[in-house]
Each structure stands twice: as structure tokens, then as C-alpha cells.
């Protein structure tokens, strides 16, 4: 399995105007019209090569830190439109309260790897044999190519 953090891995969310803000007063439209952070025709080509190999691919994303409950479901709402859009092969989407452990959503399967940004959560998912994890940040389209080559 092959899960994708969302934002600051595929979608921008800290390049969009006044995002802090939004998601501190809790105003709806935060997640929804983000822009990618790369191509996505191939994040798209290589996915779906992924898939062809027998992978599954998921997301795991958190939701904004110490939001409602209403809010949350706003932002999940939006995180599945945005996904939907630009990803749609994706057959998984988990959106977890912040700080949650990633690792606890994820399903089992023999080999999982992760592609995030955050190097605390990277560090967090990886084990010895099972759990990977490629950083969103260092040309991150090179290291999924690298996966079809194996």
C-alpha cells in the first residue's frame, strides 16, 4: 500500500493566500481550491503504473489542529473534493484528527509506504521491515518512479 499525505505533499496548502487564518476561525473553503505541487499528469502516469503492479494507493491527511467537530467534517469534505479531482484513482482517503499517529489508519499489508513532508511523521511511520517512507520534499516524483523499477 501507498498512502499520500495531502497538504504541503500533493495539494499547497501553504502557498494559498491566508490559509492559517481559514483554518484558525474555521471558515469553510479552505482545502477546496488548492493548487498541486506537481504535475499531476505524472503523479497520475506513475500511479496508475503502481497500480497496474498490484498497489493500492490511499491518503492519509490530518485535519486542521484543535478544529470542531463541524469543522472537521467540513475540511474532510473538502480534502475527498480536492482528491476526487486531482487524484482520482485513489481509493482511500483517511482524514485524521492532528497529530494522530498515521501509522493507526493505515491497513496492513506487507509492505506500506508513506510520502509526506513532515519529517517528524515520516520518522514516526517508518519501521525496519514494513513501513516506508519517501519525503514529499526531495523530487518526490523521481522516488515513486523508483517503486516501478523494483
Same mark, same amino acid.
Given at each position: 500500500r501507498l498512502y499520500f499525505d495531502m497538504d504541503g505533499? !500533493?495539494? =499547497?496548502? %501553504?502557498?494559498?493566500? *491566508?490559509?492559517? %487564518?481559514?483554518?484558525? *476561525?474555521?471558515? #469553510?473553503?479552505?482545502?477546496?481550491n488548492l493548487k498541486p505541487l506537481h504535475d499531476m499528469k505524472e503523479l497520475e502516469r506513475i500511479c496508475l503504473a503502481l497500480i497496474e503492479q498490484g498497489w493500492e494507493l490511499g491518503i492519509i491527511t490530518w485535519l486542521p489542529m484543535?478544529?470542531?467537530?463541524? %469543522? *472537521?467534517?467540513?475540511? @474532510? &469534505?473538502?480534502?475527498?473534493?480536492? &482528491? $476526487?479531482?486531482?487524484? #482520482?484513482?485513489?481509493?482511500?482517503?483517511l482524514a485524521q484528527v492532528y497529530g494522530t499517529p498515521k501509522h493507526t489508519a493505515s491497513k496492513r499489508a506487507k509492505?506500506?509506504?508513506?510520502? =509526506? =513532508? $513532515?519529517?517528524? !511523521?515520516?520518522?514516526?511511520?517508518? @519501521?525496519? !521491515?514494513?513501513?516506508? &517512507?519517501?519525503?514529499?520534499? !526531495? $523530487?518526490?516524483?523521481e522516488e515513486l518512479e523508483k517503486l516501478l523499477n523494483k
Open positions: 505533499t !500533493v495539494a =499547497d496548502l %501553504y502557498g494559498s493566500d *491566508n490559509w492559517h %487564518y481559514k483554518l484558525r *476561525n474555521e471558515i #469553510p473553503g479552505a482545502f477546496r484543535d478544529a470542531s467537530h463541524e %469543522y *472537521n467534517q467540513i475540511c @474532510t &469534505a473538502e480534502k475527498i473534493e480536492w &482528491a $476526487n479531482e486531482h487524484m #482520482p484513482y485513489i481509493t482511500e482517503i509492505i506500506q509506504i508513506l510520502v =509526506d =513532508d $513532515n519529517d517528524e !511523521v515520516r520518522e514516526t511511520w517508518t @519501521t525496519p !521491515v514494513q513501513r516506508k &517512507a519517501i519525503d514529499a520534499k !526531495v $523530487n518526490m516524483l
